[in-house]
C-alpha cells in the first residue's frame, strides 16, 4: 500500500483513490458531452437526410464534363450560400439538391432576357444574337459548342457573369441601359433607383 503526501498530511493510496477518481471522472462528463455535440451534426446519418448526392453533382458540373472545377464549386457555394454567411447550412445544401430539373421561380425574368435574345426562337443564343462582349460569349458558351444554351445562360456560371457591371455595361458607356439588362424588369427597376431609365455603378453595387 502506498503512501501520497497532500496539504501536509499522509494519505493512504486507497483513499486516494476513493477520493481522486471520481472527480477526475466528473470532470470528464462535461468535455465528452460538449465532444459529442460538436462532432454530432457531421457524424450523424439523419442530419444529411434528403440530400440526392447525385442530382446535387449534376447541378454543380455546370459544363457538364463529369468533373467539378474549383470555380463550378465557387459559383455553386455563392448562389446556393443563401444568408451569405460564407458557410453552407443543411438546409441551403439540401434546397440545391431538392430543387426541380425544372427552371426556378427567381429564374424567370433571366428566362424572359434569355427569350429576347434568342431572336429565331431556336432555343439558343448564337454569336450575331449576343448583345455583349464575344469573351463573354466563350465563357458563357461552356461546351464551347459555339451556341449559348438555355441551360447555360440560366447556371450558375451564367448568373455568377450577370452580376458584374462590366459585363453588362455593353458599350462601356459607363451606364446599364433596359437593352442591356439580362435580368426581370423588376429587378432593374428596383436598381434604378433615380427612375432615370439605366442603372449606373453605385446603384448596381448598392442594391437597396
Not at 37 to 57: M, T
Not at 108 to 131: C, H, L
Amino acid at each position: 500500500m502506498g503512501i501520497l503526501t497532500f496539504g501536509g498530511f499522509i494519505m493512504e493510496s486507497t483513499i486516494r483513490e476513493k477520493i481522486l477518481v471520481p472527480i477526475a471522472f466528473i470532470l470528464l462528463i462535461p468535455g465528452g458531452f460538449l465532444f459529442g455535440q460538436v462532432k454530432q451534426p457531421y457524424g450523424n446519418r439523419a442530419y444529411w437526410e434528403g440530400i440526392d448526392c447525385a442530382s446535387l453533382l449534376s447541378k454543380i458540373d455546370s459544363d457538364v464534363d463529369g468533373y467539378i472545377s474549383r470555380q463550378e464549386w465557387e459559383f455553386f457555394f455563392v448562389d446556393q450560400d443563401a444568408n451569405e454567411d460564407q458557410r453552407l447550412s443543411r438546409d441551403e445544401i439540401q434546397n440545391a439538391s431538392r430543387s426541380s430539373g425544372g427552371e426556378k421561380v427567381q429564374d424567370q425574368g433571366r428566362i424572359a432576357a434569355f427569350e429576347r435574345s434568342d431572336v429565331n426562337k431556336n432555343n439558343k443564343i448564337d454569336p450575331t444574337e449576343w448583345p455583349g462582349k464575344a469573351k463573354d460569349f466563350r465563357y458563357l458558351d461552356s461546351n464551347h459548342d459555339g451556341f449559348i444554351s438555355r441551360e447555360e445562360f440560366l447556371s450558375p456560371m451564367g448568373r455568377w457573369w450577370n452580376e458584374t457591371f462590366d459585363n453588362l455595361d455593353f458599350n462601356g458607356d459607363g451606364v446599364i441601359s433596359r437593352a442591356e439588362w439580362l435580368d426581370s424588369e423588376e429587378f432593374f427597376n428596383k436598381l434604378d433607383r433615380d427612375h432615370n431609365g439605366v442603372i449606373d455603378r453605385s446603384e448596381f453595387y448598392n442594391p437597396k
